[in-house]
């Protein structure tokens, strides 16, 4: 069964292949504007929250398959900084302070490049409200 993150993914590449499957009306969409969201500064984002590292990674990235990405689009996306480019057209990534959003694998264009999943019962982000 499809994970909701790969139901997700494939909406969006048939939006980006012109494939718009149940597109509401011009009226409507302008109606469902999305909502401002605050401005955060980087450092403000870390602080709220703790990460329990797992020794396994949740997120494994095939670095050979980003050599040959155009986009480097998981560079600007990850809001925890996670991607770094090489000088050689590479990508380096550390897993231990993701927030778990999945947004890297839904903006991902390399096929393959992006194995993800959550870490392990009593790891990964702990969001702190106090
Ligand atoms: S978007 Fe995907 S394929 Fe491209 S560099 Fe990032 S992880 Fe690699
Ligand atoms: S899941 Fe989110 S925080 Fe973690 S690496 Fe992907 S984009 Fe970054």
Redesign the pocket.
Known sequence: MATMLERLRRRRRARSDGRRPGAPAAESRAAAEPPEWPEYAFAERMAAVEFRVADEPHIV?D?D??RS?T?????TACPADL?VPTSDGG?LFNYEHCFECGV?YL????EG??TWSYPRGGHGVVMRWS
């Open positions: 990235v670095t398959v980003c990405c986009t480097k689009a998981c560079v991607f990508i890297c903006v991902c264009d390399g490049a992006i």
